[in-house]
T-cell receptor, first 113, second 109 residues
């Protein structure tokens, strides 16, 4: 298997623009997680899905963030409008059973200027 | 809520043994996971302790004491490639991982 795939790997955008991050989980994995990693706040869970249904979005920072999973092989994380404080590495991870072993994608490094 | 504490930095020499400690406070605890992350890379799973005691996987071992809310990762026969950040993470009743702030391990020649 190719592992978790994320795109783009790097994104540089200006404040106020819309940003869409994409993730393809490992085939057969029922759980998908979105994380954000910064030096200040570490690795934070934003939202996770089970069988394409959002289960817990309490980590989503504010209404500017939204996530969807229209099918088992694709998820998006959207930020609209983006702000400089959103600059971070965003990871997508998947798991076959929502357990302690999660498989992370390579991440998207987002820079908002 | 959940909180975890681990040292921010550890330094050791090649071939040595190093222990990275993790203490946690949580409601709804299932187990403790450990992840490794190299600079610029993604976290990768190392080990999990759902029960008290020691779990061994090659050069790496992990220990858990539920009564003490404490665990550690033990790395033996250190190699240069082990230089990375190591995260403990609580796996809780919400089926989520809550990560610690990470320990930067530097292995010196």
């Amino acid at each position: 298997d190719a592992g978790v795939i994320q795109s783009p790997r790097h994104e540089v955008t200006e404040m106020g623009q819309e940003v869409t991050l994409r993730c393809k989980p490992i085939s057969g994995h029922d759980y998908l997680f979105w994380y954000r990693q910064t030096m200040m706040r570490g690795l934070e869970l934003l939202i996770y899905f089970n069988n394409n249904v959002p289960i817990d979005d309490s980590g989503m920072p504010e209404d500017r963030f939204s996530a969807k999973m229209p099918n088992a092989s694709f998820s998006t994380l959207k930020i609209q409008p983006s702000e400089p404080r959103d600059s971070a590495v965003y990871f997508c991870a998947s798991s076959p059973d929502g357990a302690y072993e999660q498989y992370f994608g390579p991440g998207t490094r987002l820079t908002v200027t | 809520g959940q909180s975890l504490e681990q040292p921010s930095e550890v330094t050791a020499v090649e071939g040595a043994i190093v222990q990275i400690n993790c203490t946690y406070q949580t409601s709804g605890f299932y187990g403790l996971s450990w992840y490794q992350q190299h600079d610029g890379g993604a976290p990768t799973f190392l080990s999990y302790n759902g029960l008290d005691g020691l779990e061994e996987t090659g050069r790496f071992s992990s220990f858990l004491s539920r009564s003490d809310s404490y665990g550690y990762l033990l790395l033996q026969e250190l190699q240069m490639k082990d230089s990375a950040s190591y995260f403990c993470a609580v796996f809780g009743s919400a089926r989520q991982l809550t990560f610690g702030s990470g320990t930067q391990l530097t292995v010196l020649p």
